[in-house]
Every structure is written in C-alpha cells, then in structure tokens.
Nanobody, 122 residues
C-alpha cells in the first residue's frame, strides 16, 4: 500500500510537495506513477518515474511545472508542484506500475493509496 501526503489549499502560482510512502513490498523495483482525479472527471495520468529514476514521463499540462523524484532508501516518491493553477485541483494518487503495462494508463497500476487533496484557488 501507499500513503500520500502533502496536499492542501494554495493560491494560484503557489507550490506544494506531495509525498508517497510505500510499505510491504520491494518499492525500488517498481515504476511509480502519480495520477489525479477531479470531481466528475476520470482519473488522469500526471507523471511517472522508473525504478532507478532514470526515466520520467509527464502529461503535457504539467511539463515544466511539476517534477517527480524518488528516494528508494526511504521508499518514497515525491511530486514537486510549482506554478499551480486552479485546473490542477484534484485528489492526487500514487501507485505502482505492473511490469509490462503502459505507463500512461491507470489500469496498469496497483497498490493505490487513499489520495491527497490539492485545491488551488484563483
């Protein structure tokens, strides 16, 4: 399982850093992803990072503003969010990618956390 934290209420243009702590398995072997879900919308891919941090993927709308990183010694993946916009408002989730699955689709992920709410006011 994963436990996300770091969400909150922030004004547009502000920053937040989300954390996702894993437990109960070999965290360092998994590609990890962040997804988000706004009210009335489907869960969407935000970003992902390979097991050693050597590869990262971002959805276009967050490129240049969000940065994913990980610390395998701490079983933690981070999402640094800057220049936040009201459209970034959502519940943010982290999960582990099943080997061989497409990094962009939530169906390929397991061990979802409970999520952390991010609200950006205009």
């Amino acid at each position: 399982q994963h436990v996300e934290s770091g969400g909150g209420l922030v004004q547009a243009g502000g920053s937040l850093r989300l954390s996702c702590v894993a437990s109960g398995r070999t965290f360092s072997t998994y590609t990890m992803g962040w997804f988000r879900q706004a009210p009335g919308k489907e869960r969407e891919f935000v970003t992902a990072i390979s097991w050693n941090g050597g590869n990262t993927w971002y959805t276009d709308s967050v490129k240049g503003r969000f940065t994913i990183s990980r610390d395998n010694a701490k079983n933690t993946v981070y999402l640094q969010m800057t220049s936040l916009k009201p459209e970034d408002t959502a519940v943010y989730y982290c999960a582990a990618l099943v080997s061989g699955s497409n990094v962009y689709f939530h169906d390929g992920y397991r061990y979802w956390g409970q999520g952390t709410q991010v609200t950006v006011s205009s």
